[in-house]
């Protein structure tokens, strides 16, 4: 193997490992938006189960209700998540009375 043959090889070695690593960390941030909107998620899911039988809302969460139809209404429940952004999640439930 020459001199030239040897530098090419580890170029090509060098960027395959670059874009291994480039992968890994995109994949990383993926996961850690995966999991906030999990937990967006859930947290919402929670609040409309407190909400709709009757209990009180956390500070941090919006709720808004709307008759909607004959014994239904529209529960809107925004849960904040970082950077600003918000998960809002609409059900349609039995109105209690």
């Excluded at 090509?12 to 960390?25: E, I, N």
């Excluded at 009180?56 to 925004?78: F, K, M, N, Q, Y």
Aim: hydrophobic share 45%.
């Amino acid at each position: 193997m020459t001199l030239l043959e040897s530098i090419i090889a580890s170029l090509l070695l060098s960027v395959t490992a670059v874009v291994c690593l480039d992968a890994t960390r995109g994949a990383a941030a993926l996961q850690r938006k995966s999991a906030a909107w999990t937990q967006a998620v859930a947290n919402a899911e929670s609040e409309l189960a407190t909400v709709s039988s009757g209990g009180l809302a956390l500070s941090t969460t919006r709720i808004s209700r709307r008759p909607w139809r004959d014994g239904l209404e529209l529960i809107d429940v925004d849960v904040p998540m970082a950077g600003g952004a918000s998960f809002r999640l609409t059900r349609l439930v039995e109105r209690t009375p």
